[in-house]
């Protein structure tokens, strides 16, 4: 599916599909989700090069991901895309020029449905292609500081949780659900922080290309602030995960302690058992009157004493 946005007096206007061979006036941003053949042709007519395949989005080396041609600045960033509990990186393709920004993608992502509301509400009235990429990195910028915020929530609950044995397998899925979501977050920083650093050099050399180097360098330097947090929380999980093992050890050492007390404490009577259930001829007590109460009594006894003992050791 193909949208252009054009500008239209003060506002910015919409129209869904191919609108013929020629772009409308004044058009910003066309934005191409899972193109078919016949949009793909379409916009090839756009650009001098190929434009990328499915394969060439998820390429990760440098020379994929950021290009410069006669048709402008090329780069390739990653978008995390969060959907319940799952959560994965989703590549945009920018092609961006001085009169036009055209982005193409795969799949659907929650980010641009975002800017895509802010257009339409009026929220943003972008008047070139750099504001509204722009626009769109500092939304993903703040949409990763966000994240790590509610990793950092959900971790405290976490650490509640690990606490209580029963709940193992909850804690061990919900810390490998976190450290899903911020594996993604790293590398959607990194992937923006180079993407950025790349766009700086081509802003431009005027005024207002001096404006778009302080609006990147800001972005720039939330980045780097976010970096320690999400090492820190690499670190938190691996932690926790240390935690939630050490008391289920704890707790099942604690349940393996008190099988081995009863069994040291059952010990005595059952050799008294043992002894008095031969089958030998001559054995006195068996002639006794009160031999089996006597035996039943030294069982107690020894049974009670052995019990004691280990409370005088403090191994109970």
């Given at each position: 599916m193909?949208?252009?946005?054009?500008?239209e007096?003060e506002?910015?206007?919409?129209?869904?599909g191919i609108?013929?061979?020629?772009?409308?006036?004044?058009?910003?941003?066309?934005?191409?989700?899972?193109p078919?053949?016949r949009?793909?042709?379409?916009l090839?007519?756009?650009?001098?090069?190929?434009?990328?395949?499915?394969?060439?989005?998820?390429e990760?080396?440098?020379?994929?991901?950021?290009?410069?041609?006669?048709?402008g600045?090329?780069?390739?960033?990653?978008?995390?895309h969060?959907?319940?509990?799952?959560?994965?990186?989703?590549?945009?393709?920018?092609?961006?020029?001085?009169?036009?920004?055209?982005?193409?993608?795969?799949?659907?992502?929650?980010?641009?449905?975002?800017?895509?509301?802010?257009?339409?509400?009026?929220?943003?009235r972008?008047?070139?292609?750099?504001?509204?990429?722009?626009?769109?990195?500092e939304?993903?910028?703040?949409?990763?500081?966000?994240?790590?915020?509610?990793?950092?929530?959900t971790?405290?609950?976490?650490?509640?949780?690990?606490?209580?044995?029963?709940?193992l397998?909850?804690t061990?899925?919900?810390?490998l659900?976190?450290e899903?979501?911020?594996?993604?977050?790293?590398?959607?920083?990194?992937?923006?922080?180079?993407a950025?650093?790349?766009?700086?050099?081509?802003?431009?050399?005027?005024?207002?290309?001096?404006?778009?180097?302080?609006?990147?360098?800001?972005?720039?330097?939330?980045?780097?602030?976010?970096?320690p947090?999400?090492?820190?929380?690499?670190?938190k999980?691996?932690?926790?995960?240390?935690?939630a093992?050490g008391?289920?050890?704890?707790?099942?050492?604690r349940i393996?302690?008190?099988?081995?007390?009863?069994?040291?404490?059952?010990?005595p009577?059952t050799?008294?058992?043992s002894?008095?259930g031969?089958?030998f001829?001559?054995?006195?007590?068996?002639?006794?009157e009160?031999?089996?109460?006597?035996?039943?009594?030294?069982?107690?006894?020894?049974?009670?004493?052995?019990?004691?003992?280990f409370?005088?050791?403090?191994?109970?």
């Amino acid at each position: 599916m193909i949208t252009i946005y054009y500008r239209e007096k003060e506002r910015l206007e919409t129209v869904e599909g191919i609108p013929g061979e020629a772009l409308p006036p004044a058009t910003l941003w066309v934005d191409a989700c899972q193109p078919d053949e016949r949009e793909h042709a379409w916009l090839q007519k756009l650009f001098d090069k190929e434009l990328p395949t499915a394969e060439d989005l998820d390429e990760i080396e440098s020379s994929s991901r950021f290009q410069v041609d006669s048709d402008g600045v090329r780069v390739t960033s990653l978008f995390p895309h969060r959907q319940k509990r799952e959560a994965r990186g989703i590549n945009i393709s920018f092609h961006l020029s001085e009169t036009l920004l055209v982005t193409l993608r795969n799949e659907e992502t929650g980010m641009l449905r975002l800017l895509r509301n802010h257009l339409r509400r009026q929220r943003l009235r972008p008047t070139h292609p750099w504001e509204i990429f722009l626009a769109l990195m500092e939304m993903k910028v703040d949409y990763l500081a966000d994240q790590v915020e509610d990793i950092y929530a959900t971790l405290e609950r976490i650490a509640h949780q690990a606490m209580t044995p029963e709940a193992l397998e909850d804690t061990l899925r919900d810390l490998l659900t976190q450290e899903g979501y911020n594996d993604i977050v790293r590398l959607a920083l990194l992937d923006t922080q180079r993407a950025l650093r790349n766009m700086m050099r081509h802003a431009g050399d005027r005024e207002e290309g001096q404006r778009r180097r302080d609006r990147i360098t800001d972005m720039l330097r939330d980045i780097d602030s976010l970096h320690p947090h999400t090492a820190f929380i690499f670190e938190k999980i691996k932690f926790l995960l240390d935690v939630a093992m050490g008391f289920t050890n704890m707790d099942q050492s604690r349940i393996i302690k008190i099988f081995s007390v009863a069994a040291v404490v059952f010990m005595p009577p059952t050799l008294i058992a043992s002894i008095y259930g031969m089958n030998f001829q001559f054995m006195p007590e068996l002639n006794l009157e009160l031999g089996y109460p006597m035996a039943l009594v030294m069982m107690c006894v020894s049974a009670l004493g052995t019990y004691l003992f280990f409370r005088w050791k403090k191994w109970l």
